[in-house]
């Protein structure tokens, strides 16, 4: 079960594209099945049409037989009594002649079923099929005679075709002679009607298939079209995350080599130089001793110059990690940078915080930090400001932290990209903000960061925060 899910678990951009495709399948499958019901629904329509205006041409065509044939001898008809054999004969005769293409053919039966003419099936003739029914169970001699009877109409129903005893669909018109009390008519296969509704409807069902078709491909050409540009992008995102992983990753790298390097300098250039000069007023003070000479001022010198190491040594390690910041919080440790910033470059600064208690996540106060010792950084390269105010305090929306100098704007300070980037990876690891306002040709830079609500501590976890910064302070690095 786990290899199943271990197949099943999909990356982001496959993800992503699953989302756009599954929309998509259900519209099109939507579409095509709304796009099937229409095209059946108007090609049934269409193909009653056709086949309403085939029988009527084929019903009006036997009208016209039935007339044309009435006409002919109707003359006989109307000057004959009911009783007059011979004029019967005549007529009968008149029709039986009456024969047309190849099955086509008049009959007469009186009103009781007996056949009178049916010249292309004459074994019918003398014959009462009276009660006869096709294989539908219509009851066609019964229809011709109840038609004749109100006058004249049509009757559909199944019969033998002359050339093959097949039965087929047939249309038939009947009217009537009454004072002989006879049924005339005559009818015509629909079988190349039929044919034609049915290539309509396969004409129909295969354009429906086309349809089904035409859809599936632009379906398929669709989804090529979301896997792809989703697999371009995964692909391209990725070879951005990794050109920024790399590049973070260098910037990393080129930020602990710079540490290390500035650290290297400062304790060659301070510590070593002044363990040199203890060094040297130690041995001086030992040859002295040595001698019986007086070796106090030797031993001054290098106390002094070992307390002053001393304070290096302090200062370093302030820098790398400071302590206030895990003793005394956020506000002391930026006076402290605050102060000592001023008292190394010369440089106003002035710092204001309102009464802020330490409730900050160990995360959000070293980024605070970091961010206040950047930007007084920026400030001491690049700025050439006389004066810088420092300022933090709480809000609804969490902390803000801001930094202004009087310098010459961001636009003159060449190298500084840097680190404003450091500040603004620190506020966005944060989930805050950092905004840098400072107007082209115009003096003066504002840095402001903010950090949100969530990086808060709890009054009950203020304890347990304190307590890990402290342990944290104490671990060797």
Known sequence: MRRVFD????????????????????????IAGLVTVQSKASAEQEI??????????????????????RNGFYFIYGNAAPDDQKAKDQVKQILSAMIYGDEGFFFVYDYDGNNLVSPRQTDRIGANWAGLEDANGTPVIDDYIRVARQGSGYVSHLWPKPTTGQEAEMITYVTSFPSWRWAVGTGVFIDDVLESVAAARAEVEAR????YLYITVITLAALLVVFGSGMFINFRERRLADA??????????????????????????????????????????????????HAQGSLDKGMDALGDAISEVRRISRDLRPGALDDLGLGPA?????????????????????????RLDPEA???LY????????????????????????????????????????????????????????????LDGTLRILSAKGKTGTVIEATVPLTHLLAPQNEAASAAESSEKAKAPA
Not at 7 to 30: D, E, M, N
């Open 7 to 30: 197949i099943l678990r999909l990356s982001y951009g496959q993800k992503l594209a699953l989302v756009a495709a599954i929309p998509l399948i259900f519209a099109v499958a939507g």
């Open 48 to 69: 009653r049409s056709l086949e309403t205006r085939l029988i009527e041409a084929k019903k009006q065509e036997l009208r016209n037989y039935v007339t044309q044939a």
């Open 208 to 211: 429906v298939q086309r349809t």
């Open 244 to 293: 920024k992983l790399k590049e973070l990753t260098q910037r990393v790298f080129d930020a602990q080599e710079e540490e290390r390097g500035r650290v290297a300098r400062e304790l060659h250039d301070g510590i070593s130089q002044m363990l040199v000069g203890i060094r040297f007023a130690l041995d001086t003070a030992r040859r002295r001793l040595s001698t019986g000479s």
């Open 334 to 358: 930026i006076k402290t940078l605050t102060e000592d910033f001023a008292k190394r470059t010369g440089i106003t600064t002035q710092f204001d915080t309102v009464v802020f208690r330490n």
């Open 365 to 367: 106060k070293i980024a």
């Open 370 to 429: 970091r961010i206040a010792q950047e930007a007084l950084t920026n400030i001491e390269r690049h700025a050439n400001a006389s004066t810088v105010s420092i300022d933090l305090r709480g809000h609804r929306r969490g902390v803000t932290l801001r930094v202004e100098d009087d310098g010459t704007g961001i636009q003159m300070r060449k190298g500084a990209g840097i680190g404003l980037r450091n500040m603004e990876e620190r506020a966005a690891q």
